[in-house]
Structure formats: structure tokens, C-alpha cells
């Protein structure tokens, strides 16, 4: 093996972290010769934290909460938040996840500014019975509109198949009839428990003074005042290892069939073992069924595929998964010439020459990422709220140069079997 495997590579920026006293972690990436800023505050809270204990009680939150939460954090008696950072030139937006919340900005100027304003509207919320049940009606148009989408309808069809109690079977947004379920009081116990602190991440990276920021933030919260932190234990169901079903058709308004053919996890992971697994199973999928493998080109060019059909791996604490599929004309045909391709490999094991054009190809991407803030920041903070709490992104470099062959195929038979596979299919009614 050459030496260029482990060659040691000197990261273009530098990296500062630090435990604010209220428990927030921040981390600074300073980048001068860049002009964009990416920000993101973010909460280890997502929609599968829908049961929780804390000083002994156990509470249990309709299905959605986490997702209306985000919601409400926009609404400011005081200031229109989208217009106050459009003002100063930079946008603002959210997103929830399984398992965590993130309120971003990017902007070129005026970064200090943003900052404080970033901090100060995720750290204060407005609630009141009616501005609630408006936003009930809102989000239940958000639900009818994600359910007519044929592709979300798949995966989480898919995810349903795959999970029988694990609450990742259930839609991010939740349902209309939880969303209708939702309360001011249960809103609020929610912010007050997961919006903490020390429950949070701050990260930036960009084109501003690390001194002035780290200032800024620490003279913002040092004005605040927090509760002690809540001692949060996330309650989840026991789930089976095996999936609930192992095929799922569904018959809906589409054109163009869609097929998923999915993978469950048996466990969740944590820290430096999520990121050798996430990463390990990047470079495999890609050798598998990359647009440059030759599996791929195959189903392109008898007509099974567009080029719309990918590989995707999802992992996280509690839940793991692998989807693979897109458009399919015939989706029994491209689910029998997945599982057949499988089972080639599972016999011969990955052709060597794939599985290194792969891991080369996942390494010059991931360079090639460190100019992006918005790709190291998200990064960051997903990696960091999934327990990597010493993350680096020097850690992925590093699993991508010492990745072997026998580790790829060996996360192959762990994780690539028939037996906790799931075939979905969005066929026209």
C-alpha cells in the first residue's frame, strides 16, 4: 500500500471551540480570504424526541412538536426576523431533522450584528393560544402538500415498512390530527427542556474577525439569564432489528413509478464509531451504485433508471438506514436486479478496483467541500449534536485515507442483507 494513503494534510483554516459558563458550545472558523458567512444554532431535538423524562416525569408530545416549534421560533411581536437579517443584507431560514433542530444565516457583512440577532430570536419565543392555532392551520397545509409529493410519500412509506415502533417511522411535520393535538403549555415544557444551552451548538464559518464574534457571543449570553440545565432522558420504544414489512406497494396519482429498496440498521451509534460507519458506507454505496459504477450504467442503459436514481445512507443515536432507488418504468425488475446484483457481490465481494476509485473520489469531494462554509458548518454541528463531541474534520480525512477493502465488505455483510432489506414501490392507481 502506498505511502499517500496516510499522508497527513494540513486543513486551510483553524478551529476554535470552547464551553461557554450556560453550557453552549461554540465553534469558530475563521476565514478571511472568504466573503460569505455561514451560521447555524442548533438543538439536539428532532421529531423522534417525542418522549422524554425529566425530574422524574415522563412526558409524551404528539407527533410534529419539535417541527411546529421551529415554527413558532419566527414569530417576534418585537421584530419581523426574515426582514431584520434581509435589512443587513444575509437570509435567515430553519430546518428539523430526525433529530435535531438548526436556524441558520449566510451573509457577507455585518456579521457581529447577525450574529446577536441569530442568538437573541432562538433564545426567546412569543406563544399565545391564538397565534398556536394559526399556526395549526398553516402546518396541516404543509402536511396535504408533502402527502401529494410522490417522492416524500415513498420514503416515509418506506421508512413505515422498515421501523414497526421506532418513532422515524412517523413524519418530521407529524400528522394533521397531532399537529391539532399540540398545546401552548406542551410547546413551551419543549422549549424549555431542549432550547437550554447546553443542549445547543453554535458554529460559524467564514470571512470575519475570530476575536470580535467570540466577543459578541460571549457578551450576548453573559446578559442572559438560563435556568439550571434539565436532565433529559429521550424515552424510545424497544424496536426488532428485522424490518415490519418486507414489501410495500402503493398505488397513488404518479406518472412514473418510484422504487426504494431499503437496509435497517440493528443499532443506532455514537461519536468516532458513527463517523467510520457513516463514512465507511459512503464510499461503499458509491463503489455499489455510483453513477460511475459499472451496476449503474447498466440499469441506465436498459432503461430501468434515470439519472435521478441514487444511494443514500442515513445514521444517527437511535435509527440507521440505507435507501437506494429513484423513477423506475418497472419496479419488480429493478428490485430483483438489485438484490441479484447483491448477491454477486455478497459471493465474490467488491471488485477492488471500484471500491478505490470510490474512496479517491469521496476524498476529492470532501477537499474540495472545505471551501464551502455551509458544507462545514452543517457538517460540524450534525456530527457534534450525534455525539462526536471532539469532532474534527481531519477525523473523516483521516477514515477515508485508512478505509481498506476488508473493512468495506465487511460493513457489507453486517449491514447489506437480505433479511432486514425493504422493497417500496409509488405505482400509478
Same mark, same amino acid.
Given at each position: 500500500?502506498?505511502?499517500?494513503?496516510?499522508?497527513?494534510?494540513?486543513?486551510?483554516?483553524?478551529?476554535?471551540?470552547?464551553?461557554?459558563?450556560?453550557?453552549?458550545?461554540?465553534?469558530?472558523?475563521?476565514?478571511?480570504?472568504?466573503?460569505?458567512?455561514?451560521?447555524?444554532?442548533?438543538?439536539?431535538?428532532?421529531?423522534?424526541?417525542?418522549?422524554?423524562?425529566?425530574?422524574?416525569?415522563?412526558?409524551?408530545?404528539?407527533?410534529?412538536?419539535?417541527?411546529?416549534? &421551529?415554527?413558532?421560533?419566527?414569530?417576534?411581536?418585537?421584530?419581523?426576523?426574515?426582514?431584520? #437579517?434581509?435589512?443587513?443584507?444575509?437570509?435567515?431560514?430553519? *430546518?428539523?431533522? #430526525?433529530?435535531?433542530?438548526?436556524? *441558520?444565516?449566510?451573509?457577507?457583512?455585518?456579521?457581529?450584528?447577525?450574529?446577536?440577532?441569530?442568538?437573541?430570536?432562538?433564545?426567546?419565543?412569543?406563544?399565545?393560544?391564538?397565534?398556536?392555532?394559526?399556526?395549526?392551520?398553516?402546518?396541516?397545509?404543509?402536511?396535504?402538500?408533502?402527502?401529494?409529493?410522490?417522492?416524500?410519500?415513498?420514503?416515509? &412509506?418506506?421508512?413505515?415498512?422498515?421501523?414497526?415502533?421506532?418513532?422515524?417511522?412517523?413524519?418530521?411535520?407529524?400528522?394533521?390530527?397531532?399537529?391539532?393535538?399540540?398545546?401552548? &403549555?406542551?410547546?413551551?415544557?419543549?422549549?424549555?427542556? #431542549?432550547?437550554?444551552?447546553?443542549?445547543?451548538?453554535?458554529?460559524?464559518?467564514?470571512?470575519?474577525?475570530?476575536?470580535?464574534?467570540?466577543?459578541?457571543?460571549?457578551?450576548?449570553?453573559?446578559?442572559?439569564?438560563?435556568?439550571?440545565?434539565?436532565?433529559?432522558?429521550?424515552? *424510545?420504544?424497544?424496536?426488532?432489528?428485522?424490518?415490519?414489512?418486507?414489501?410495500?406497494?402503493?398505488? #397513488?396519482?404518479?406518472?412514473?413509478?418510484?422504487?426504494?429498496?431499503?437496509?435497517?440498521?440493528?443499532?443506532?451509534?455514537?461519536?468516532?464509531?458513527?463517523?467510520?460507519?457513516?463514512?465507511?458506507?459512503?464510499?461503499?454505496?458509491?463503489?455499489?451504485?455510483?453513477?460511475?459504477?459499472?451496476?449503474?450504467?447498466?440499469?441506465?442503459?436498459?432503461?430501468?433508471?434515470?439519472?435521478?436514481?441514487?444511494?443514500?445512507?442515513?445514521?444517527?443515536?437511535?435509527?440507521?438506514?440505507?435507501?437506494?432507488?429513484?423513477?423506475?418504468?418497472?419496479?419488480?425488475?429493478?428490485?430483483?436486479?438489485?438484490?441479484?446484483?447483491?448477491?454477486?457481490?455478497?459471493?465474490?465481494?467488491?471488485?477492488?478496483?471500484?471500491?478505490?476509485?470510490?474512496?479517491?473520489?469521496?476524498?476529492?469531494?470532501?477537499?474540495?467541500?472545505?471551501?464551502?462554509?455551509?458544507?462545514?458548518?452543517?457538517?460540524?454541528?450534525? *456530527?457534534?449534536?450525534?455525539?462526536?463531541?471532539?469532532?474534527?474534520?481531519?477525523?473523516?480525512?483521516?477514515?477515508?485515507?485508512?478505509?481498506?477493502?476488508?473493512?468495506?465488505?465487511?460493513?457489507?455483510?453486517?449491514?447489506?442483507?437480505?433479511?432486514?432489506?425493504?422493497?417500496?414501490?409509488?405505482?400509478?392507481?
Amino acid at each position: 500500500m502506498s505511502d499517500a494513503r496516510h499522508v497527513s494534510l494540513e486543513l486551510p483554516f483553524e478551529t476554535r471551540t470552547w464551553r461557554l459558563q450556560n453550557g453552549l458550545v461554540v465553534t469558530l472558523m475563521p476565514r478571511p480570504a472568504l466573503h460569505q458567512t455561514y451560521a447555524m444554532f442548533a438543538t439536539r431535538y428532532g421529531s423522534v424526541d417525542r418522549a422524554f423524562r425529566t425530574d422524574g416525569q415522563v412526558h409524551e408530545m404528539p407527533d410534529g412538536i419539535a417541527h411546529f416549534l &421551529e415554527h413558532k421560533m419566527f414569530e417576534d411581536p418585537e421584530m419581523d426576523v426574515f426582514a431584520r #437579517f434581509a435589512a443587513h443584507g444575509a437570509s435567515v431560514d430553519a *430546518y428539523t431533522t #430526525f433529530d435535531h433542530t438548526a436556524y *441558520y444565516f449566510s451573509g457577507t457583512g455585518e456579521i457581529a450584528k447577525h450574529v446577536g440577532t441569530l442568538l437573541d430570536f432562538v433564545q426567546s419565543i412569543h406563544l399565545t393560544d391564538e397565534n398556536v392555532e394559526k399556526e395549526k392551520g398553516i402546518i396541516a397545509q404543509e402536511i396535504h402538500m408533502v402527502n401529494d409529493h410522490p417522492d416524500r410519500r415513498a420514503y416515509m &412509506e418506506l421508512l413505515r415498512a422498515m421501523y414497526h415502533e421506532h418513532p422515524v417511522r412517523i413524519d418530521i411535520a407529524g400528522t394533521v390530527e397531532s399537529v391539532r393535538a399540540i398545546t401552548k &403549555e406542551q410547546l413551551l415544557l419543549c422549549y424549555d427542556t #431542549f432550547y437550554h444551552p447546553s443542549n445547543m451548538v453554535l458554529v460559524i464559518a467564514g470571512g470575519f474577525d475570530a476575536d470580535e464574534i467570540a466577543h459578541v457571543i460571549e457578551e450576548n449570553q453573559a446578559k442572559k439569564s438560563f435556568k439550571e440545565p434539565p436532565a433529559i432522558e429521550r424515552l *424510545y420504544p424497544e424496536e426488532p432489528p428485522t424490518p415490519a414489512r418486507s414489501r410495500h406497494w402503493m398505488h #397513488f396519482p404518479v406518472q412514473q413509478p418510484r422504487l426504494l429498496v431499503g437496509w435497517k440498521e440493528a443499532n443506532g451509534a455514537f461519536g468516532s464509531n458513527l463517523i467510520e460507519q457513516d463514512t465507511a458506507m459512503t464510499i461503499l454505496l458509491d463503489a455499489l451504485f455510483g453513477p460511475t459504477s459499472a451496476f449503474y450504467q447498466s440499469l441506465l442503459d436498459e432503461g430501468l433508471v434515470d439519472k435521478g436514481f441514487s444511494a443514500n445512507y442515513q445514521l444517527s443515536n437511535t435509527f440507521g438506514y440505507t435507501l437506494v432507488g429513484g423513477n423506475a418504468p418497472h419496479p419488480d425488475v429493478l428490485a430483483e436486479r438489485i438484490q441479484s446484483h447483491l448477491a454477486r457481490v455478497r459471493e465474490r465481494g467488491i471488485d477492488e478496483e471500484a471500491f478505490e476509485r470510490a474512496r479517491k473520489k469521496i476524498m476529492g469531494r470532501v477537499l474540495m467541500s472545505l471551501d464551502q462554509n455551509a458544507f462545514l458548518v452543517r457538517n460540524w454541528v450534525t *456530527y457534534f449534536l450525534r455525539g462526536a463531541e471532539a469532532f474534527a474534520f481531519a477525523d473523516v480525512i483521516a477514515v477515508l485515507q485508512t478505509m481498506t477493502l476488508e473493512r468495506a465488505n465487511a460493513r457489507f455483510q453486517e449491514h447489506l442483507r437480505e433479511d432486514n432489506m425493504v422493497v417500496s414501490a409509488v405505482v400509478p392507481s
